[in-house]
């Protein structure tokens, strides 16, 4: 069902949405940017129409909703498990369909990778609907549509900001408040970003072969990278976590274990008991970060795990570009393969 909303409109619907629904979309942090006098973009929580910034892109993405940086599984009680309660609110999370892509590759890793489903995340799954925010201009780093993912489908409602305007499409019949009855029907069929200003070509994956994994290219990586994970964490589809255990009673009878996003670029990501590690090299992590993203995953789920918001682009702090590190990859493949 499709309708018009004025802005007092949007701003009473989002308010009857409130009630039901924690709303999360992108706001402004005022004063938490690089430097003390800017601000960052985040995915928070948010009551009115005027909190959300939909002019700049958010540094990092809503995934922290669905996966916390920081989560306790369980506490343990001289030898009995408690499982902490979460808030149980349904959220309503506003993005864009480059980010509601992204979580869609958190669904395939979390809940479709296997025969067990990570219970933890999927607890949290299920409280959340999305509402897409239309988008059809993109952002200066942005290549969803070369890693086709500037499409999204499944929302429960769609929204277009317009001026004085707000277009609605609400498919989530839990979605209609009873005041949406008094606001002008009319039909909203949201439109899709068709060019980005970064195009990026994926190699392949039936041309990768072994002897990429060697290439000197990755030795670039290995000087300019300096591991600090910023495009890990900002990433909607990294999703590696690490476990840590922490006692809190010297006999270790009283504690909790915890998951804790972990970042293959980060040193000891890949550290074993022994003090083996694999990827010593920062050009060796950008290596396995680029090919799980654009060849291992998809040769496992059969699309790209990268979605192409290029928030990675956005944070890094050596200006590491990668999609054009994708772009000089397919290069070097094309070239091997002689075409
Ligand atoms: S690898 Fe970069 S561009 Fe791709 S989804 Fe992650 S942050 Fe976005
Ligand atoms: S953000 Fe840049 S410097 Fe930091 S780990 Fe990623 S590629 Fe390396």
Not at 131 to 143: K, L, N, Q, R, Y
Not at 149 to 162: C, M, P, Q
């Amino acid at each position: 069902m499709g309708y018009a909303l004025t802005k007092q409109q949007l701003n009473e619907y989002l308010k009857a949405l409130g009630r039901q629904y924690l709303l999360v979309g992108p706001i402004r942090e005022k004063a938490k940017g690089t430097f003390s006098d800017t601000d960052k973009i985040v995915y928070g929580v948010f009551e009115a129409f005027e909190d959300l910034v939909l002019e700049e892109k958010a540094f990092y993405s809503p995934k922290e909703f669905l996966m916390p940086i920081r989560e306790t599984l369980f506490h343990f009680l001289d030898g009995q498990i408690v499982e902490p309660k979460i808030d149980t609110k349904p959220i309503l999370i506003f993005a864009r369909p480059c980010d509601l892509n992204g979580i869609r590759r958190l669904d395939t890793i979390f809940l479709k990778n296997g025969d067990i489903k990570d219970s933890y995340y999927e607890r949290r799954r299920n409280l959340v609907k999305y509402v897409m925010i239309e988008c059809t201009e993109g952002f200066d780093t942005c290549f969803c549509v070369s890693m086709g993912s500037g499409t999204y489908k499944d929302y429960e409602a769609a929204i277009r900001f317009d001026g004085n305007q707000t277009l609605l499409d609400v498919v989530d019949s839990t979605l209609v408040t009873e005041g949406l009855s008094q606001v002008i029907r009319k039909d909203f069929v949201p439109e899709y970003i068709k060019e980005n200003k970064v195009k990026v070509v994926i190699p392949p994956i039936d041309k990768v072969n072994n002897s990429i994994f060697e290439h000197p290219i990755w030795k670039e990586y290995t000087r300019r990278c300096i591991a600090c994970g910023r495009c890990n964490t900002s990433c909607i589809t990294c999703s590696c976590f690490t476990m840590q255990d922490v006692e809190m009673s010297d006999d270790g009878l009283l504690g909790e274990r915890r998951r804790v996003w972990a970042s293959c670029h980060i040193k000891g990501y890949t550290d074993m008991a022994g003090g083996h590690g694999f990827r010593k090299q920062n050009g060796e992590r950008m290596r396995f970060k680029t090919m799980h993203k654009i060849n291992d995953y998809h040769k496992r789920f059969g699309e790209n795990m990268c979605v192409g918001c290029g928030r990675c682009d956005d944070v890094c702090p050596e200006y590491i570009s990668f999609s054009k590190c994708i772009n000089k990859l397919s290069e070097i493949i094309k070239e091997e393969s002689h075409e």
